[in-house]
């Protein structure tokens, strides 16, 4: 085996993608294309490259003019709606979905998100400790999962906490928007923590349908919102 095959391995996906998540997690911001080209003693190229097959299996989403990190669920390099803090550190998660998971990456104890209902309401900070979310919030899913993909940054900015299912109706008439499902908080954050659970391993790979499917329905995430199609890529 040559050292451009040994280079490679090393630039695996699942490898690559541990080490932007790493990153993320440690100093709150993804690494750079030309960083991880220093790291892996490649051509900004090659990284160029891995990144691209990052993003085709959903790992990563790119910046549509450069290829460097602009979402890795569940964080955002970019300012969003959601701040998540723990101790000193401050991350952006892509929605609520997306922030409960990273509270629940970073420990789940002594983690807050602080975000506004319906991003245009009333400013709420929600606490997790030991796993547990003291506030009585609810979370919107509003985009079926078969097209959470089409324009992923659009379906994460949809997803958002709001104070009760009534709230989340009369948001989705004012703003002309479809009325999906809405789940309690702690589901979403239990749930959260098993869907992002393989996010920090050095052998991280994408839900299968049937694998993601299963998930949906260990915690009662059932209806249109959660339907899947029999057969295709992982999710």
């Not at 892996?40 to 790992?59: F, M, P, S, T």
């Not at 789940?183 to 749930?191: E, G, L, S």
Request: charge should be negative; include cysteine.
């Amino acid at each position: 085996m040559g050292r451009g095959d040994i280079i490679l391995l090393e630039l695996n996906s699942a490898a690559l993608h541990h080490a932007i998540m790493r990153h993320l997690v440690d100093r709150g911001c993804a690494p750079s294309a030309s960083s991880l080209a220093r790291e892996y003693g490649v051509n900004i190229d090659v990284v160029a490259g891995a990144l691209r097959e990052l993003q085709d299996l959903h790992g990563v989403v790119l910046h549509p003019h450069v290829p460097e990190v602009w979402i890795a669920h569940p964080f955002s390099t970019a300012p969003t709606p959601f701040a998540v803090k723990h101790d000193r550190r401050v991350w952006w998660g892509n929605c609520a979905w997306c922030s409960l998971g990273v509270a629940a990456l970073v420990g789940g104890n002594g983690v807050t998100i602080q975000t506004t209902l319906g991003a245009e309401g009333q400013p709420v900070t929600i606490h997790v400790d030991s796993g547990k979310v003291r506030e009585d919030l609810w979370v919107h899913f509003p985009i079926p999962m078969t097209h959470a993909w089409d324009n992923v940054v659009y379906t994460c900015s949809t997803m958002l906490v709001f104070d009760s299912e009534l709230a989340i109706d009369g948001w989705c008439t004012r703003h002309n928007l479809p009325r999906g499902d809405a789940q309690p908080i702690q589901q979403a954050y239990d749930f959260a923590t098993v869907w992002y659970g393989l996010h920090l391993d050095p052998d991280w790979r994408k839900w299968t349908l049937d694998e993601a499917r299963q998930i949906f329905t260990r915690f009662g995430f059932q209806g249109p919102v959660w339907a899947l199609p029999e057969s295709g890529q992982r999710f």
